[in-house]
């Protein structure tokens, strides 16, 4: 899937990057624990998650994923952008529960990112 | 007779010439050559330093000692211009054996660019090993011999990794210091792939030195990553003089944490660390000493690609 059919599937607004809608998602992967996403969570893997904070980012750019959406409509920090644009990791932030955010990707056939 | 043999040498080298010996077809790079295409410069021709040339003009040197600088400094991929040195030692063509050879022991470089005279142009480029040769050849002994020593004097990166000196990447971390919490382990992830190391055991490397980062900023005052990379092993060192771990066994069981509320806050504690670090890992050490400190030694085989994470 591409991350211009994410935004549009999850009514997503583009936080930055706006050349990245080509970009492809291999997975999804759902989370709020740093932890559990770095001990399962697939490489290429566009992330779903309510924490907000630049260790997200950081965690992102080990596990080599794809994109970042927000959800519950949370904008991310400042300080969480700036990381954003240095590692070139795109961002989206969706009004949509982290529940219909994932059964939405889920059922428009976006494979599960984790094992 | 070694005493006619040494004035012959003597006589040598100041009649042949640097343009006699020195090796032709040199292979160089341009100014905007990017860092991270080096490598395969140096690696493919098994050179450790090479010129940089601007329209026929040298313009700098950049060599493998630039290159593993760049690596150390973990900065972002840039031009050769920005890393190479730009005042070079260069003899000419015309110019005797003796001022190459004097020049190379005086600065302690491995190679000088050859220039023509006047024009300035780059013609070749001359080593200890050429100079040798071109005297073996002249005197007609042990020529093969020499060749065999100047390909061992042209070592590239895989060699020098291969030989005693493996790359020795140092991070330091400071406890608390949440602002530059994941550079140890970005930085190793930018450096192994950079060196051609596959992205799956990168991978592996990067989130057990995550982890262990994190460790170290959550529970201790600061400590130390020290990450030792040769062609078949990947080991990685952690230590600090924090608190200890009093049980090891039940802290690297799953699940268990004694991560504070503003750690969990952050999205970690969940007590999967040490555990995630075990399993990313071919062999893990963990030893500690209540009040003294922690230790952590994780190894990761470069050819097991297929190894558990
Ligand atoms: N370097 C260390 N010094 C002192 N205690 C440590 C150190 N590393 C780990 N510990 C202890 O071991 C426990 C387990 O560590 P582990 O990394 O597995 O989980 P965590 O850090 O609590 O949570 P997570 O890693 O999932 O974010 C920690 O809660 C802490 O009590
Ligand atoms: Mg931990």
Redesign the interface.
Known sequence: MKLQDVQQVLQAELVWNTDCGDQEVSSGHASDLISDMLTCCTPGSLLLTGLTNSQVIRTAEILDLTAICFVRGKKPQPETITLAKEKGMPLFVTQLLMYESCGRLYSKGLAVGAR | MIEREITKIQELVYELRVGDVMKRGVIKVIPSTQMSDLRAVLRDNRISGTPVVEEGRLVGIISLEDFIRWLYDGGPDCAVVDRMTRKVISVFEDEPLIQAFNNLERFGFGRLPVLARGIGKLTGVITKGDIIGGLLKKLDIGYRQAEIHSTRSSHIFEDIVADKSALIFEYQVSGGD?SR??NS??GL?TTLLRLGIS?QIT?RA??AT??AEMNLIFFTNGGKIKTKIEPEIIQIEVEDDGPGIPDIDQALKPGFSTAPEWVRE????????L??IQ?CSDRMNLSSTVGKGTRLKVEILVGNEDGSE
């Open positions: 949440f919490a994941g382990a970005g992830k992205p991978r990067a989130i995550y982890e952050l999205g970690f504690g969940a007590g999967m660390g555990h995630n399993k």
